[in-house]
């Protein structure tokens, strides 16, 4: 009877998640409950409402107060030292290099769809790993962020003149999203909105953020914009070291390499194997919708399926531990 009621209780605590995050959540709406099955990750929702539950109050808005992370300000106050070597990246064409379909740079799992607009990147560190192209190209920094333990992951960010992205959120709610302007256009034209509230970068300021809301960004200014950009572990009580344990486990398995001499993490090499099968795939779109309909279909099972299970886990470890301080 104890795991009925569990399992009812599960149940409930997802349905309702979805329904927080769709109607609650924030002051911007996804357009339709269809968008929001599209685009807003619901098969995240059960998990990332937990730890919402178990967030530290310096990280519950869609815009921290930097203040509150005095754990970041050696990144600030180094942000010349960290631009220097951001533009001496730019001026040699590395980020245009990891955009070519050549590169193994190329095929990256998590911001991929970026791509799209013009937005480049340049990998730092991931998730316990440090680039060796960046400890080449970028010692300083890298030495830099590997004495910040709340980083995780670090790339330095281009978004051209004239480029945007579009609205979205982003799945997992482990992280606070930092930006440090490095050279920007220090322009209102260039800007991110998050949660309906504007904030447009510049030189030396920084910015941290609960991607998880929905936002955007545009550069209608005449100057590409060069940021910092680092995940940032959510600060959690009880279940989200838990959860976080997991997480960063799956997140070195998108391990992307900047140049040939990086490591590439498992899940990006078989995204490469599958994107001429997934470039097929997008034309049957067009050519068979039924199959294509079929296909979609089947990997979103399995995303759920896997989601569904870690969210168990998570449920059980916080059962387990309830039981165990009883």
């Not at 070519?100 to 480049?120: P, V």
């Not at 004239?162 to 930006?179: I, N």
């Not at 089947?298 to 039981?323: D, E, F, H, I």
Request: proline content about 5%; glycine content about 6%.
């Amino acid at each position: 009877m104890p795991l009925l009621w569990m399992f009812a209780g599960l149940l409930v605590f997802v349905t309702g998640s979805m329904f927080y995050v769709y109607r609650l959540r924030g002051n911007v709406r996804y357009d339709s409950f269809k968008q929001y099955l599209r685009k807003g990750w619901p098969i995240f929702s059960p998990l990332n409402c937990l730890l919402y539950l178990f967030t530290e109050p310096r990280a519950q808005k869609p815009i921290a107060d930097t203040a509150r992370f005095p754990e970041l300000d050696v990144i600030a106050r180094n942000w010349s030292v960290i631009r220097e070597e951001a533009l001496a990246l730019y001026r040699s064409n590395a980020f245009e290099d990891t955009q070519s379909t050549e590169s193994a740079a190329y095929y990256d799992i998590g911001f991929r769809t970026f791509y799209k607009y013009g937005w480049r990147k340049f990998y730092l560190r991931w998730y316990g790993t440090t680039h060796n192209s960046a400890q080449r190209l970028c010692p300083r920094t890298t030495r830099l962020l590997e004495g910040v333990s709340c980083v995780n992951g670090a790339m330095f960010s281009v978004l051209p003149a004239g480029s945007k992205l579009t609205r979205h959120a982003d799945p997992a709610a482990c992280s606070l999203r930092y930006h440090l302007g490095l050279a920007t256009p220090n322009d209102d034209a260039c800007y991110i909105n998050i949660d309906g509230e504007d904030y447009s970068w510049r030189d030396g300021e920084t910015l941290l953020f609960d991607e998880t809301y929905l936002h955007y960004a545009h550069n209608d200014a005449e100057q590409d914009r060069v940021i910092l950009m680092c995940d940032v572990e959510r600060p959690t009580r009880v279940v989200g070291p838990v959860v976080n344990f997991f997480y960063k486990a799956i997140m070195r398995a998108t391990l992307v390499p900047n140049t040939a001499e990086d490591k590439r993490g498992l899940a990006n090499r078989v995204f490469a194997g599958l994107a001429p099968v997934l470039a097929n795939t997008r034309e049957l779109k067009h050519t068979h919708p039924a199959r294509y309909t079929t296909i979609k279909y089947c990997v979103n099972a399995t995303l759920v399926v896997l989601a569904g299970g870690l969210l168990l886990g998570a449920c059980m470890a916080v059962y387990s531990l309830g039981t165990a301080l009883a």
